[in-house]
């Protein structure tokens, strides 16, 4: 079963950077999209950003030109660079696995990572 | 971009009731729908996705319908582990929107 682990995060300044790392414990299949989401402290879910297996991207618009998905296909590893933070992003960042179907119907985020913590505040 | 209305915030209830949750896009959309549910500082758990399939291993008083605009999560009958937040998600293509969440507590 695939296992997900994030991390770099940690506690960062209004305008800072930080770059976030999903390692999978493998990629199977050909429709290997993954997925960042978000969680606020005592707020809900957030969707972030999604990678295709093609790299193609696309970014919730709250993030959209300051936040960048990437992937290393031979490390198994997702990443999401985090420029010009603001205290609103700061949240639980959770990598989660898009699983598709051969026809690419979307069949909800089946695998989850751990969470890594970001605090913008200064 | 669709908005997701979920409802109701809160619902409380006790073990052994049948439950439902809402979730009604702004515009019709797909049926890529799925639901979650989400215990403190623990990661979400797929439940349904495409609107109405059963993830594998969930238990079956857990059921999903809808299409269109409007879209049903069912709990048949409440169990002590169901206490928890939900959240539907829609994902059109582009983005992934959820719902703002019911959080179903104990009556």
């Known amino acids: 079963e695939v296992q997900l682990v994030e991390s770099g995060g940690g506690l960062i300044q209004p305008g800072g950077s930080l770059r976030l790392s999903c390692a999978a414990s493998e990629f199977t299949g050909r429709n290997n999209y993954m997925s960042w989401v978000r969680q606020a402290p005592g707020k809900g879910l957030e969707w972030v950003s999604i990678?295709?297996?093609?790299?193609?991207?696309y970014y919730a618009d709250s993030v959209k030109g300051r936040f960048t998905i990437s992937r290393d296909t031979s490390k198994n590893t997702v990443y999401l660079q985090l420029n010009s933070l603001r205290a609103e992003d700061t949240a639980v960042y959770y990598c989660a696995r898009d699983r598709r179907d051969d026809y690419g119907d979307y069949h909800g985020m089946d695998v989850w990572g751990q969470g890594t913590t970001v605090t913008v505040s200064s | 971009d669709f908005q997701m209305t979920q409802s109701p915030s809160t619902l409380s209830a006790s073990v052994g009731d049948r439950v439902t949750i809402t979730c009604r896009a702004s515009q019709s959309v797909s049926a890529w729908l799925a639901w979650y549910q989400q215990k403190p500082g623990k990661a979400p758990k797929l439940l349904i996705y495409k609107a109405s399939s059963l993830e594998s291993g969930v238990p079956s008083r857990f059921s999903g319908s809808g299409s269109g605009t409007e879209f049903t999560l069912t709990i048949s009958s409440l169990q002590p582990d169901d206490f928890a937040t939900y959240y539907c998600q829609l994902y059109d293509s582009y983005s992934g929107t959820f719902g703002q969440g019911t959080k179903v507590e104990i009556k």
């Open positions: 990678i295709y297996s093609g790299g193609t991207t």
